[in-house]
């Protein structure tokens, strides 16, 4: 009974403290929410109350006209500064201040800070807009003041778009080999009136060797060669493009992105059917099948959907703009020869690998006569590189 009693009284322990810490939290995200500094001409004439402002907040912007950027460009990088001012008699101290948002940074460090009456203190910071959407916008920057807690300093404006990317600004390539070369270019459109940007060259990113060319006016074409082989997993591959000829505009960034995954195949048959009666006694036979690209259904490798879309697991990616097909190619299939063995034959029956432009021919050879003894199902298990990619079942009749 004493047990039972003692675990009751834990429970309404951790209950009370629980609602405790809830109803702090609570009331201080009440209170950053109601506070929202003020400019002094939106302080004049206006009734404070503790439900906006708290009475006696000393602090104001000193720009009437509070801190709107207007327009800016989708991947500039612009430096202001604002000013707050102690309109109070006494004395207020700023213990510090924060940026609310990764797209504002603050260049002014402010801690422990106190600023006498009438005194300004000037912050400096920047928007960086590439973080943001190309839409009207608005961000806080925080202000801790002593005895008042946290209060927000609004940041608004507009970003537009100065650059129109072709097909994609970050192209998915989807799941694909690293194995063999490839390019991908993407074709950008300046959006200013005049022709006054110019985006400089890359030499090379992690991945990809990179080259800018300015192909007409406004118009530049970035071209990305993949540096095969490229190491399997996950890929994001941003490439930053410096900028010149409009002040605080710049870098662009493109991208690729995508999964690098290890080649997958796949044999053509599951059963060889051989009629023992149709089989010569003195010569020896020849049973053959193909090792080829694994096919999945693009709606996933092991859906139970029917779709006549495919995709070949054997690619950089599959685009109208790859000049070379390797799987197509009879070199291709010729390095691959030494990674593939069959297993689970009977030491009686040989096989040979043979490279063509559309796989490798998997030739198992029997001795003659060796079919014509009866029946059997002989297993032949294909592997590349030590793993299992397929079984085929012989069935001897």
Not at 237 to 240: D, F, Q, R
Not at 380 to 385: D, E, G, I, L
């Given at each position: 009974m004493t047990m039972k009693k003692n675990h009751y009284i834990y429970i309404v322990f951790l209950f009370t403290v629980f609602f405790f810490q809830f109803a702090l939290l609570a009331e201080d995200e009440e209170?950053?929410?109601?506070?929202?500094?003020?400019?002094?001409?939106?302080?004049?004439?206006?009734?404070?109350?503790?439900?906006?402002?708290?009475?006696?907040?000393?602090?104001?912007?000193?720009?009437?006209?509070g801190i709107n950027l207007g327009k800016l460009m989708e991947s500039e990088i612009r430096q202001t500064y604002f000013t707050l001012k102690n309109t109070s008699d006494k004395p207020a101290e700023i213990l510090g201040m924060a940026s609310g948002c990764p797209c504002i940074t603050l260049l002014t460090t402010i801690r422990k800070q106190v600023v006498a009456p009438g005194g300004e203190v000037k912050v400096d910071f920047t928007v960086d807009a590439k973080h943001l959407n190309a839409m009207p916008f608005e961000r806080d920057i925080y202000l801790y003041a002593k005895g008042f807690g946290r209060v927000k300093i609004g940041i608004v404006g507009d970003i537009r778009v100065m650059m129109e990317y072709k097909p994609k600004q970050v192209i998915d390539l989807g799941e694909f080999t690293g194995e063999y070369p490839f390019v991908r270019k993407i074709d950008i459109h300046?959006?200013?009136?005049?022709d006054i940007v110019n985006i400089g060259q890359v030499s090379e990113s992690k991945n990809f060797k990179v080259q800018v060319e300015k192909v007409a006016p406004k118009h530049f074409r970035v071209t990305m060669t993949a540096k095969v082989p490229l190491k399997r997993g996950r890929m994001r591959?941003?490439?930053?493009l410096p900028v010149t000829g409009v002040k605080g505009y710049g870098p662009l960034e493109v991208g690729l992105m995508g999964i690098v995954a290890d080649n997958k195949f796949s044999v053509s048959k599951k059963d060889i059917i051989i009629q023992s009666a149709d089989v010569p006694k003195e010569e020896e036979y020849v049973a053959s099948?193909?090792?080829?690209?694994?096919?999945?259904?693009?709606?996933?490798?092991?859906?139970?959907?029917?779709?006549?879309?495919?995709?070949?697991?054997?690619?950089?990616?599959?685009?109208?703009?790859?000049?070379?097909?390797?799987?197509?190619?009879?070199?291709?299939?010729?390095?691959?020869?030494?990674?593939?063995?069959?297993?689970?034959?009977?030491?009686?029956?040989?096989?040979?690998?043979?490279?063509?432009?559309?796989?490798?021919?998997?030739?198992?050879?029997?001795?003659?006569?060796?079919?014509?003894?009866?029946?059997?199902?002989?297993?032949?298990?294909?592997?590349?590189?030590?793993?299992?990619?397929?079984?085929?079942?012989?069935?001897?009749?």
């Open positions: 209170a950053v929410e109601e506070l929202h500094i003020l400019t002094e001409a939106e302080r004049e004439g206006y009734k404070l109350t503790k439900n906006r402002i708290p009475e006696g907040f000393p602090f104001v912007l000193s720009d009437k006209t300046s959006l200013f009136d005049e591959e941003i490439i930053s099948f193909d090792i080829v690209p694994f096919i999945a259904q693009d709606n996933g490798l092991f859906s139970r959907q029917k779709t006549d879309a495919k995709k070949v697991f054997f690619q950089p990616a599959k685009e109208d703009e790859d000049a070379q097909r390797p799987w197509n190619d009879i070199k291709t299939w010729e390095k691959f020869l030494k990674d593939f063995e069959v297993t689970g034959l009977l030491s009686e029956i040989k096989y040979e690998l043979v490279a063509h432009a559309d796989g490798i021919k998997v030739k198992l050879i029997f001795p003659a006569g060796y079919l014509n003894a009866g029946r059997y199902l002989l297993p032949a298990v294909v592997t590349y590189k030590g793993k299992m990619i397929g079984r085929v079942k012989l069935k001897v009749y």
